[in-house]
């Protein structure tokens, strides 16, 4: 099969998807890749260290995309990039398909084969540890006086006490944040809907940090105190309501901290909106927002290490394999299959968007098949399906 890897062009976007090691098992795999130009400048991979690895330098992005059977990348499919997709060729990315109807619609148009990469980790994707470390040290840089913050140091000096921070979320992003505010000294408060996850980070941390059940009246209660807000809750894409709406801002004091990790749209949090790395900050009600929606991107070579190396399994389960092969092997890559050939395969975007689907399985024929299970990527459900007659 011909792979290609492709350059990010999302604003800020750093990382990529292989690194010259991945390159290197794909092409003694059997197979031919191809690699764009400057795809791993930003994440201190050079050009040479790709074609040293076996890999073939392509110019543009075109010639990938004219040329490869099977494209991968980080983030989304952009809209200058629509023009590009292709009936039954694949591409892997980070689609976040249920937000994004544009993108969807580009790809069910184009009848080409998708795959969102979010849905696609068995234990959990590095970027979301990324996010959590990162967030949390992006969040102590928003607090300094000089970016608009309150200037209170995390773990306090000699006579000043440190910071108390709110972390909504204990998954692995709000655990990341966590080990960094505990590390530093801060005095931290874990907020989540699951008794016994609570349970599990209160003994780990040897009741050193506090935790409470996730609920908009207990977030009202801790905000008069609160000097930081680490959002790394996974909203339900259908909710309209907030966990923290506008006014809630106002119980904080002047200078206080928001960072939305999560950076859902629409999310829990009712005054953040994407930001860049370029431009991170904003004030409402008083408190500075940090919402980059791509956080882990400013540890580019980290990140890239650590996403290609837990990626390339999955890659080369389908480059070896075949997709419909694949699928029946791995859950996690058939719960992420979004679209195949101009039909929806997501469920969470049915729901969300009020499109019609049909479950991988099917369109694959592989339903008859033993499965590699796996759990549903989110409890969002729709039984808006598609006939099985209709893909014939």
């Not at 629509?82 to 980070?94: A, R, S």
């Not at 809750?233 to 106002?250: A, G, I, N, S």
């Amino acid at each position: 099969m011909v792979f290609g890897v492709l350059k990010d062009i999302k604003e800020g976007e750093n990382r990529v998807i292989c690194t010259p090691v991945e390159v290197a098992s794909i092409v003694a795999a059997g197979h031919t890749v191809y690699v764009q130009k400057g795809a791993g400048v930003g994440s201190c991979f050079k050009d040479e260290a790709y074609e040293k690895a076996g890999a073939i330098l392509a110019d543009t992005a075109a010639e990938l995309w004219e040329k490869c059977d099977f494209l991968a990348k980080v983030k989304e499919i952009e809209a200058s990039e629509y023009k590009y997709l292709k009936e039954g060729q694949m591409i892997y990315c980070c689609i976040h398909p249920a937000g994004h109807p544009e993108e969807v619609q580009a790809i069910l148009d184009s009848k080409c084969i998708a795959i969102t990469a979010e849905d696609s980790h068995r234990y959990g994707s590095p970027n979301c540890e990324a996010a959590g470390k990162q967030g949390a040290l992006f969040g102590l840089e928003s607090m300094l006086t000089i970016n608009g913050g309150k200037g209170k140091f995390v773990g306090g000096f000699a006579g000043a006490p440190g910071m108390n921070v709110v972390i909504m979320g204990g998954g692995i992003v709000g655990q990341g944040a966590l080990s960094i505010l505990h590390a530093l000294g801060a005095n931290v408060t874990v907020l989540d809907i699951n008794p016994g996850l609570l349970k599990t980070l209160g003994d780990k941390y040897n009741n050193q940090i506090n935790t409470m059940f996730c609920t908009k009246e207990t977030i009202a209660s801790l905000l008069p105190t609160t000097d930081m807000i680490i959002n790394c809750v996974k909203w339900p894409k259908q909710r309209k309501d907030f966990l923290v709406d506008k006014e809630m801002l106002k119980l904080m004091e002047p200078g206080s901290v928001l960072v939305d990790i999560s950076n859902d749209d629409p999310g829990c949090i009712e005054s953040s909106h994407e930001t860049h790395h370029d431009n991170p900050r904003y004030v409402v009600n008083g408190v500075v927002h940090y919402c980059v929606s791509n956080i882990p991107g400013a540890v580019a070579h980290s990140t890239s290490v650590a996403l290609a190396a837990e990626t390339l399994p999955m890659l080369l389960n389908i480059l070896n394999n075949g997709l419909e092969e694949a699928c029946a092997r791995d859950g996690f890559i058939r719960r992420s299959l979004t679209a195949y050939k101009g039909y929806l395969t997501h469920e969470e975007t049915s729901a969300i968007q009020g499109r019609p689907w049909i479950r991988p399985e099917d369109i694959l024929g592989i339903a008859d098949r033993k499965l590699d299970p796996a759990p549903p990527a989110t409890t969002t459900k729709s039984d808006n399906f598609i006939s099985l007659d209709c893909c014939k």
